[in-house]
């Protein structure tokens, strides 16, 4: 089972833009795998909460225009 998992900063993307990374992430995969794999992958879009992530000693906070809109 093909299995891809995103990290996302909390509420970056929309709805919409959530389940076009699931089609193309399935195409892609599919491409690969064969039609056979497309019942089986998993796209999993997990959304991290702000301060939830850093690098380097900076946490990262997401900017509001940077915040999708639904």
Known sequence: ???ANFKIPEA????AQKEEIVHRTTAM???Y???AARPHTMVLIE???DG???R???VF???ENYRAKE
């Open 1 to 3: 089972m093909p299995f």
């Open 12 to 15: 970056a993307l929309s709805r």
């Open 29 to 31: 995969l599919v491409e």
């Open 33 to 35: 795998f064969s039609e």
């Open 47 to 49: 959304e991290v909460k």
């Open 52 to 54: 939830g992530y850093a």
């Open 56 to 58: 380097a000693d900076e």
């Open 61 to 63: 906070v997401i900017p």
